[in-house]
């Protein structure tokens, strides 16, 4: 049976050039002739029925181009199941369903195994590239399953054309059908281009790639990614803007910073000063204190003789509050251990109510005892919570001051580390701005010195202009015999008056556009091309032996103009040299100004400290005077009651601490006129000394309620001290912390203060030098046009020179023809002489022939005579000739040598310019790694902020976790006390405890160390004891 045709397939490629065809079930001749019609690269054939393997291979052995493979096509490589049909182009990896009721002699059981490979491995093998119009064949051999595993692999794309022989619904039993086939392609931008359903079994499908449509697709891709990019690029810019407009409000911000901290500073001076006279009054007064607080301390020594047998007994008591307090812990640790037993025993004494029911009464009478004794107890305990709160309160506020005491640390170091990266920076910057600025100065001392030229033309010009007018008078004297020279002597008078009016309007230009110096060059290179018109012209009207002259003048021109260019650039060079040293000069200046203002801001700085360490030390001083008063106080007022005479030394010393406090109270006083500074810090001061005497009081308080509570109990004493005593540890440290705070706050606003004014400093430099880097490349233009200028000068001079060349051989040539003229008239003139005498000699021979004798004679020595003028001035100008080429030989060498060492310096310019860039290029790159290095800055802030929160947080659970743990605390101590008052009241308890209760389960509780605990509660087996080894043994416990 023969396939389909198919015509035109290399239409359908992109490139209409068939690439590589892939064929797999398609075994019709006539196909295979229509493929290979088309010319491809390679045709590889795949059939795994080994009888047409061998058919194919014999018939296409002579074509080069046709490759036979004993093998199918499938979604995975090595071997399947091939189900062998008749009629074998049924054969296929699928099982056959409705083909068995059509075929009925084929059956399911015909199996063999052929191997198979994959699109992806054949593509590899064969080395199909994408876009090259390869082709794909599939038969009725499972196409979808092929076509899916290419689509997957991405390797689909790499045919133009694929040709599928889908097979009818139902003839295998898991086929893709038409439509999700179609689908699938269709997505993957393949089109159906043919549909052909001749045959009853399989309808075949062309499909081609839409190649416009990829590269439409393509095209939008990009315009979208060209859009994005615009988006972004806009976005950018916006944020550029942004960031403009808040630099330049920054800018403004710290411009008035700057002055406001310039006054503070200023007003700071004058206030350390001012400070210092006051110190010196300070110190005086200090001693007049000290003095009169040495006479309250004698007085005081008298009273507290009496006193120090009390203090003994009072060291008697904390020495049994101390043993209380460590039976009262090892009641706390043992009462831990004994709740889980207390919740057994009340459930086993619910339980025998028959056997106990007088220790149930005396139990409820205990108890009732017990909560009386509790209620007092419980008070106590709250007072000690209190206290611990506070304490717990103090411990959090000394860790978080620590803490931020660690975080300014690091935020001092971070902003030292930027302020020193920006002082290199500003110093950099600095010194490229310097660099520009001597380039921009160099340049406008060339342009002065051209403007100083162009002036010098513009008076040759002049100059020229007056020697011409004398010319012109000249030449109208001359001989009006030649007519061709009085015409051109005409035709010059012309170009005179017309180079003349040209020199009177470009003048009158000049003198308008002086303000401009770009257009005054332009002017000048106008002057200076009628400056050598005017001197070609006049070279014209000299005669020909001045036209050698005029060479060797303007040779010699040239030569003093480049030994003057040259001078100019030594000049110049030499002025650079002399300003990269005045700039170095200045440099080394700057950073000796910079190290003195360091030195003056370290000197201030100690003085500060000094001052502030002498103010800690006098407000130090004030409050152990006020200390010692109120200590001195509260004893006269103890003191008071037992004699008269003590209450007049008490008024006595109270008289004098008030007068202390008076004075104390100046001193305030006068120490509020201090700078803003140390006004903020004494009043923080003033704050943490109200605080301080507020902790004192509520100490003082508690001390007083704990000495009326020594008689129930000189524990709660004892715990008080300590409190109190931990209380003013952490106070201590607190002040310390917050006095430490307080310098490191200062330190981080002079660090912020002075970086702003390095960053002011910075972008001022950086306008600075981007301004002069502009004025630089004007400057440098400016010269660049100018050379330019100067080059076609030089070829206008060059043409002059050689059109004053032709004017001299044709002076020459007319020279030449005025003297044979000259000649034929003198000869002319001596002819007619000779027959004029001829003609008198004949009319009187005689008496005339001595005169023609005795004129003859005199013409004959005037013809000597001028015949021996002609020879000296002949010899004159030979030697003359001689002499003015060697000058000219001398004055090119000259001008070789001028225009080497003008190159040598051109040279020099261009390496400084380059110079110039790469210092450009590295400030460009500077900049970018100080960006990098402020997001870097902006990085490690944000975690810093998150860091915070969550120990924040953790600080908080924790608070927490110390009140939860509190609460527990005290209601196991109750607990405690209520077991071992039971146990003392009821000793039987013992023996049921040990008989009859179980060990409890602890583990349920979740505490910790539940075996120790076990150990330590459970009571051991012993005899009764009196209550003097009760209390020895519950001690150990």
């Known amino acids: 049976m023969t396939g389909y045709k198919l015509d035109n397939l290399t239409v359908l490629t992109e490139n209409n050039t068939i690439g590589k065809v892939v064929t797999a079930g398609f075994w019709e001749s006539d196909v295979i002739a229509t493929l290979l019609a088309g010319e491809p690269q390679k045709l590889i054939m ?260 009496g006193s120090a047998e009390k203090q003994t007994a009072n060291q008697q008591i904390a020495a049994q509050v101390t043993a209380l307090q460590a039976k009262q812990n090892e009641l706390v640790e043992g009462h831990k251990n004994k709740d889980a037993q207390i919740a057994e025993l009340t459930a086993q004494r619910d339980q025998q109510t028959q056997g106990h029911q007088e220790t149930k009464q005396r139990a409820e009478s205990l108890k009732a005892q017990n909560e009386t004794l509790s209620a007092d107890r419980a008070q106590r305990l709250t007072e000690n919570e209190q206290l611990a709160a506070q304490v717990t309160a103090l411990q959090a506020k000394h860790n978080e001051l620590a803490e931020s005491q660690k975080n300014k640390d690091t935020q001092i170091a971070e902003l030292s580390a930027q302020r020193d990266q920006q002082a290199k920076d500003h110093q950099e910057t600095k010194q490229q701005a310097e660099s520009l600025k001597a380039q921009n100065e160099t340049l406008s001392d060339d342009r002065a010195q051209r403007l100083t030229e162009n002036e010098q033309l513009a008076a040759q010009v002049t100059a020229l202009q007056a020697k011409h007018n004398e010319l012109a008078e000249n030449q109208k004297n001359k001989d009006d015999k030649i007519a061709e020279l009085t015409a051109q002597r005409d035709q010059q008078a012309k170009g005179h008056q017309e180079t003349k009016q040209q020199a009177e309007l470009l003048k009158a230009q000049n003198d308008k556009l002086s303000a401009d110096s770009a257009e005054k060059q332009t002017a000048n290179q106008q002057i200076a091309a009628q400056v050598t018109a005017l001197q070609a ?133 006068g120490q509020k006129n201090k700078g803003a500074q140390i006004a903020e810090l004494t009043a923080q001061h003033d704050q943490q000394t109200q605080g301080h005497q507020e902790t004192k009081q509520l100490a003082e308080v508690l001390k007083v309620e704990n000495e009326t509570l020594s008689a129930a109990s000189g524990q709660q004493q004892t715990v008080i001290e300590k409190l109190t005593a931990q209380v003013n540890v952490f ?7 917050i006095e430490t705070q307080k310098n490191k706050d200062a330190q981080i606003t002079e660090l912020t203060a002075q970086r702003d004014q390095q960053t002011k400093g910075h972008q001022e430099t950086r306008q600075q030098a981007e301004s002069l880097k502009a004025q630089n490349e004007t400057l440098s233009a400016d010269r660049a046009q100018r050379l330019t200028e100067n080059e076609q000068l030089a070829a206008q001079v060059t043409a002059l020179q050689a059109k004053h060349n032709q004017l001299a051989e044709t002076q020459k040539n007319k020279d030449d023809k005025i003297a044979e003229l000259t000649a034929q008239r003198d000869q002319q003139a001596k002819g007619q002489q000779e027959t004029n005498q001829l003609a008198e000699a004949l009319k009187v021979e005689n008496s005339t022939r001595t005169a023609e004798s005795a004129q003859q004679q005199t013409v004959i020595e005037q013809l000597t005579a001028q015949v021996n003028v002609f020879e000296t001035k002949q010899y004159e100008l030979v030697e003359g000739q001689k002499n003015k080429d060697d000058k000219i ?54 975690d810093l902020d998150d860091l915070r929160e969550k120990y924040q947080h953790k600080h908080t659970n924790e608070q927490k976790l110390v009140a939860l743990i509190s609460e527990l605390r005290a209601k196991l101590q109750q607990a405690a006390e209520y077991y071992y008052e039971l146990q003392e009241k009821h000793p039987e308890l013992n023996e049921v405890t040990q008989n009859q209760v179980e060990p409890s389960n602890i583990e349920n509780y979740g505490t910790a160390h539940v075996e120790a605990l076990e150990k330590k509660t459970r009571p051991a087996k012993r005899k009764k004891r009196s209550k003097a080894a009760k209390s020895v043994t519950r001690g150990k416990s």
């Open 46 to 305: 795949f059939e795994p029925d080994n009888a047409l393997y061998a058919e194919a291979k014999a018939n296409y052995a002579d074509e080069s181009s046709v490759e036979v493979c004993n093998a199918t096509l499938s979604d995975k490589t090595g071997e399947a199941e091939y189900f062998v049909f008749t009629p074998n182009r049924f054969s296929s990896l699928l099982k056959p369903k409705q083909l068995l009721k059509i075929y009925r002699k084929n059956s399911n059981d015909n199996v063999t195994s052929i191997n198979v490979s994959t699109v992806q491995s054949v593509c590899e093998q064969q080395k199909i590239l994408p876009s090259a119009g390869n082709i794909l064949l599939l038969g009725v051999n499972c196409p979808s399953t092929i076509l899916s595993d290419a689509i997957q692999t991405d390797h689909l794309s790499y045919f133009d054309v694929i040709i599928v022989r889908q097979p009818k619904q139902g003839l295998y039993e898991t086929e893709q059908q038409q439509d999700a086939l179609s689908t699938v392609l269709q997505e993957n931008k393949f089109n159906v281009l043919q549909e052909l359903s001749h045959d009853p079994m399989y309808t075949q499908f062309v499909y081609g790639r839409d190649h416009q449509g990829e590269r439409i697709n393509a095209l939008q891709a990009k315009v979208t990614a060209a859009e994005s990019r615009n988006a972004e690029v806009a976005k950018q810019l916006a944020e550029t803007e942004s960031r403009s407009s808040q630099f330049e409000s920054s800018a403004t911000e710290l411009n008035a910073n700057y002055s406001k901290l310039k006054a503070e500073y200023e007003e700071l001076t004058a206030n350390v000063s001012a400070l210092e006279i006051k110190g010196t009054e300070l110190a005086t007064q200090n001693t007049q204190l000290d003095t009169a607080l040495a006479q309250t301390k004698a007085q005081y020594d008298k009273l507290s003789a």
């Open 537 to 669: 012209k006049q070279n014209e009207l000299v005669e020909g032996q001045k036209n050698k002259d005029a060479q060797i003048a303007e040779l010699t021109a040239q030569r003093d103009q480049q030994t003057q260019g040259q001078q100019e650039t030594k000049q110049r060079a030499e002025a650079l040299k002399g300003q990269n040293e005045h700039l170095l000069a200045q440099v080394a200046a700057l950073q000796t100004k910079q190290n003195e203002l360091a030195e003056n801001q370290k000197n201030k700085d100690d003085k500060i400290a000094e001052l502030t360490a002498q103010r800690d030390q006098q407000a130090k001083g004030h409050q152990e005077t006020k200390q010692q008063a109120e200590l001195l106080k509260a004893q006269n007022d103890k003191l008071s009651a037992d004699s008269a005479e003590k209450q007049t030394a008490n008024q006595q010393i109270a008289a004098q601490v008030t007068a202390l406090q008076a004075k104390q109270n100046e001193l305030v006083e």
């Open 731 to 737: 106070e201590t440290k607190q002040n310390e912390l």
């Open 889 to 942: 030989a001398e004055l090119t060498q000259q001008r070789d040598q001028q225009a080497q060492e003008h190159q040598a310096n051109e040279q020099r310019a261009e390496r400084l310019n380059q110079q110039c860039e790469e210092l450009k290029t590295y400030s460009a790159e500077r900049q970018k790694s100080a960006d990098l290095a402020l997001k870097l800055q902006t990085k490690a802030q944000i």
